[in-house]
């Protein structure tokens, strides 16, 4: 707040400050036969102080006392100079303050939006596939998915981002990414745990793997004690998608790219495999000789069954396959030990 005040520190002159009497006549100098009065600095007579000199004495003593008034007013609190200056400098009290809360924030049960009618069956092995009405304008997808195995986590001990000697058909280098495979990108856990809800981002030509209890769109996953609670996203268009609001709890994701369009049936197979095999506590490794799950008794590095000692007995799997905001597919299965 900003005082009423001038330059000096003093209350501004509302109208209402002391004024000083005009002087009163300086008295009749006396004695003296000089003539020079209170001039004569050299003596001779008695000094006479001249009008000049009065009007001074009299407008200091009229600055006395209005300075020991304005200090008497403002030890007081009153007069009428400063009262607007003590009105604007009282703080206000609590009651006058305007306290601002936040809302409380209510988990989300689903995802926003809802998977759009996918009436093609194209459903083989223990996949249930349903593709879009128009999935034969994206024949790569359509092939891929044809070609799709069924996950067998036994079988991929290692990410699909390295060879795996126990599937020599899986084309591989030494000291190079799986060319068929996908990468490790960037992993978060716990993923999306404020409020549950968060954005799914999907870059694209990418992948992002969610093991989570979830809702994605209108589709939901809980974990109940037995199974957990795996979903891939497959973003097959040259550019970045967010998928809005959506709720992920007691997780892990992961997301990256993935090498070979043509051969995507690779890097989906590859990444399920793994992933349920962590979920499942089998003997996982994150590459040559460096031990990521031991399996057995040991401790779960599967998210979502990581809180249960003996890990999950099944792996409830989803895969989506989409182009930005146009889902094309959607495979289903449930990966057990």
């Known amino acids: 707040m900003t005082e009423n005040v001038n330059n000096t520190g003093q209350p501004n002159n509302d109208g209402n400050d002391v004024v ?10 006396t004695g003296g ?33 209005l300075a020991a008034f304005i200090l008497v007013d403002a030890l007081s609190g009153s007069g009428n100079g400063s009262t607007a200056a003590n009105a604007t400098t009282t703080p206000a009290s609590p009651a006058a303050l305007t306290m601002v809360s936040f809302p409380t924030l209510t988990p989300a049960a689903a995802g926003t939006g809802t998977i759009p009618d996918l009436p093609k069956d194209a459903s083989h092995g223990k996949w249930t596939i349903k593709e879009n ?13 044809d070609r799709l195995e069924d996950p067998n986590p036994s079988q991929w001990k290692y990410f699909p981002n390295v060879g795996n000697p126990d599937r020599p058909d899986f084309p591989s280098e030494p000291d190079r990414p799986a060319p068929w495979g996908a990468e490790y990108g960037v992993a978060n856990v716990p993923f999306c745990q404020q ?15 969610v093991t989570a209890d979830y809702g994605f769109l209108d589709r939901t996953c809980q974990n109940d004690g037995t ?13 970045s998608f967010t998928w809005r609001n959506q709720m992920a709890d007691n997780g892990f994701t992961v997301h990256g790219r993935y090498w070979d369009g043509d051969h995507l049936e690779w890097a989906i197979l590859g990444l399920t495999s793994h992933a349920s095999a962590n979920m499942l ?9 460096e031990v990521l799950n031991a399996g057995g008794s040991s401790s ?29 597919a959607e495979a289903t299965i449930v990966v057990n030990r």
């Open 227 to 239: 199974k957990g609670c795996l979903l891939l996203l497959i973003n097959v268009s040259d550019q």
């Open 133 to 145: 009405a128009a999935i034969d304008s994206d024949p790569i997808v359509r092939d891929v998915l």
């Open 300 to 328: 779960n590095a599967g998210a979502n069954c990581g809180n249960q000692p003996e890990s999950c007995a099944s792996v409830d799997v989803r895969v989506v396959v989409h182009a930005g905001e146009r889902v094309l």
């Open 195 to 209: 409020d549950m809800r968060c954005d799914f981002q999907v870059p694209g030509w990418s992948y992002r793997l």
């Open 281 to 289: 506590n089998l003997p996982t490794f994150a590459r040559a000789g």
């Open 33 to 65: 036969t000089s003539g020079r009065g209170n001039s004569d600095r050299n003596g001779g007579g008695t000094s006479a102080l001249s009008p000049v000199h009065w009007a001074f004495i009299v407008m200091a003593m009229a600055a006395i006392a």
């Open 20 to 29: 000083s009497p005009p002087p009163s006549e300086p008295p009749t100098t």
